[in-house]
């Protein structure tokens, strides 16, 4: 940091009126740091006790140094001002300078010989000054050392400088040392993840490792620099980066490298399943990401465990998975977390919670979710804190706080931008955000050219289907039409158990297809969730599926069937205490008996009469005018 002119005068001033011996000693104690402990202090500066306390003392009265007496018989001192300490440093000649440094570093060592990793950093500075080649060797160990404690206390950034600072080192000491170099490369990716630096980890770190890696043909360390470019890619990119032609470069690289019946290969089959997955063969995609799982469970490693184990859930999300994954979810909650990485650990969480809301299980799941948000608040970490603001997202939509859920889906899209992750950012803000606009009919032309621009042939994420559902909200009945066509009557597996299509994506072609009175659509969307207990689309766009089931019912003329559904609906809102569906349920089923069942008029005026406030109080005014009518005409 450059001392402005006008205050480096002020600076030379006060310590020019210090006497010779004061500024010799002072000059020593810059080097140990802006905080010196005196017992440091005197096995450097080659000056008597008495003379350094003497040197010390004029310092205090002069207000350059500030004492700081700890427990027992320890004092330290600090420099009133960094200034201070940066002009006395600067003015030590450079060969001075780097002797006193490794003094300073054997004496921080036998000070601190029992508490070395508390202090890892200081030594690691101190030594790295030296040309000694032992020392060096120390500056790099002191700081892995420190950067190791600094992710303990996710002081993310202060690890990622310190490691920084070990390959400098490094290269110094040892630039042929290539797996070494390597290794420290790899660590330095797993820092850049925690502080979100994917830009940086993509463009040169993973590659400069992988490259390492191949040179000394170590193919672990291929693998494990492969693993760091998937997360950076993932974290950037959310699930849409697994359909980029990145994902698949380094699946392909790390396919190469893994051997069998390892972690690694378990790693690799299961990337390459999420991209097979992503990018349209859902059936071979999923086939390989339960191989991996099954590896992985003979395996038994807890880290792959957590990250198999969250992505079987995220992959295997057809209806008539809902009930095996319930029990994959509880063994996945009941396996060992320790060692764990706890960005997996979220991830894990994330997706048993949406297996169990799929269910109805909103208790169960809101109890998983509440670890995410513990583990967030408690580690600071971008990625756990996004996925915690967009669960705490989903819960106010299901409470009706729905002007709420915008407010917090604009917070993730500002801070997903401002730490360069914007992409992954919206995805995790649509997730309630896309359903609170519907339910207040609020920007849905604008959610469509969104999704157009998405919508691409693979059909990344599910934006045709939520393409469809927004066209359905704004009564563009040909262009859903065609879509259903495309995506429901004309799918290759549909009305078999071969069918992967994930639940959100049939709820939302579902709800459309009433919305819009596409008959043929509905009857096989009816048929697909009749049977499989399937109560909601989990996190993604949550909806209660059979609310629209009991519209299609209604659709295809079975109005007993519908009754029973919407009756279901009823139960399965109230428990869960998502009060919009309740609202429109109640709404859908009023419709019902008054139009096919006159003689259960009552029952309808008390369902209009539950929905009419609630509606008012949400600001879901499009149902609201809607319930208002058929209340206007039971008047009339």
């Not at 009126?17 to 005196?38: E, M, T, Y």
């Not at 859902?282 to 086939?287: H, N, P, Y």
């Not at 949400?618 to 609201?624: A, G, I, R, S, W």
């Amino acid at each position: 940091m450059r001392i402005p002119d006008g205050l480096r005068d002020v600076i030379g001033k006060r310590l020019s009126s210090l006497s010779q011996s004061c500024n010799k000693v002072l000059a020593v104690a810059a080097v140990i740091g802006r905080d010196f402990r005196l017992e440091v202090l005197q096995k450097v500066a080659g000056m008597t006790d008495e003379e350094i306390f003497k040197a010390l003392e004029e310092a205090r009265k002069a207000a350059v140094i500030e004492e700081r007496t700890g427990a027992g018989a320890i004092v330290n001192y600090r420099f009133a001002h960094a200034f201070f300490r940066q002009t006395l440093y600067e003015e030590i000649i450079a060969p001075r300078r780097i002797r006193l440094h490794q003094q300073v570093a054997r004496a921080l060592e036998e000070v601190y010989k029992n508490r070395l990793e508390e202090h890892a950093a200081e030594l690691a500075e101190h030594f790295s000054y030296s040309s000694d080649s032992s020392d060096l060797a120390k500056a790099v160990s002191y700081g892995e050392m420190a950067a190791g404690r600094a992710t303990a206390v996710y002081a993310y950034s202060e690890a990622v400088r310190l490691i920084d600072q070990a390959i400098k080192v490094q290269e110094i000491l040892d630039p042929e040392d290539k797996a070494k170099r390597c290794d420290l490369f790899l660590d330095l990716g797993d820092a850049l993840v925690l502080t979100v630096e994917t830009k940086r980890i993509l463009d040169t770190l993973a590659p400069e490792a992988f490259s390492l890696a191949k040179t000394i043909s170590d193919g672990s360390r291929a693998c494990r620099a492969c693993q760091v470019a998937i997360f950076a890619i993932v974290l950037e990119q959310s699930g849409l980066g697994f359909a980029t032609p990145q994902a698949l470069e380094w699946a392909e690289r790390y396919n190469r490298y893994a051997r069998p019946d390892t972690i690694e290969r378990a790693f690799a089959d299961m990337t390459l399943g999420l991209i097979r997955y992503s990018t349209g063969n859902t059936r071979l995609g999923l086939k390989l990401v339960v191989k991996a799982f099954e590896l992985v469970r003979k395996l038994r490693d807890p880290n792959t465990f957590w990250v198999a184990g969250g992505f079987l859930l995220y992959s295997q999300t057809a209806p008539q998975h809902a009930q095996e994954n319930i029990r994959l979810a509880e063994e996945l909650l009941g396996s060992s977390k320790a060692g764990v990485h706890l960005s997996l650990i979220s991830f894990g969480l994330q997706m048993a919670g949406h297996s169990l809301l799929a269910l109805g299980r909103r208790d169960r799941a809101e109890e998983v979710w509440s670890e995410i948000r513990a583990i967030a608040k408690r580690t600071g970490q971008f990625s756990l804190s996004r996925t915690s603001e967009a669960l705490d997202a989903l819960l106010k939509l299901m409470d009706g706080l729905l002007e709420e859920v915008l407010d917090t889906v604009r917070s993730i899209r500002i801070r997903g931008k401002e730490a360069g992750v914007p992409l992954s950012a919206n995805i995790g803000a649509s997730l309630a955000g896309y359903r609170a606009r519907i339910f207040l009919s609020r920007s849905l032309e604008a959610n469509e050219r969104g999704l157009r621009g998405a919508a691409g042939p693979d059909d990344r994420l599910g934006a045709h289907a939520l393409l469809c559902l927004v066209l359905a909200h704004l009564g563009r009945n040909d262009e859903v039409s065609e879509l259903l066509e495309q995506w429901v009557l004309r799918r290759p597996d549909m009305g078999t158990v071969e069918d992967e299509t994930a639940i959100w994506d049939d709820s939302s072609y579902l709800e459309a297809a009433v919305v819009t009175g596409h008959r043929p659509a509905a009857e096989l969307l009816l048929n697909r969730f009749t049977g499989t207990g399937v109560c909601t689309s989990g996190i993604w766009y949550t909806t209660c599926i059979p609310r629209h089931m009991g519209g299609a019912c209604a659709l295809l003329e079975r109005y007993d069937e519908a009754r029973q559904h919407y009756q279901e609906a009823v139960r399965i809102c109230t428990e869960m205490r998502f009060r919009p569906e309740l609202a429109l349920s109640r709404l859908e089923l009023a419709e019902l008996l008054l139009k096919y069942y006159p003689q259960e008029k009552s029952e309808a005026i008390g369902h209009l009469d539950f929905c009419i406030p609630e509606f008012r109080d949400m600001k879901m005014n499009t149902y609201l005018e809607r319930a208002l009518r058929h209340k206007e005409i039971l008047k009339a």
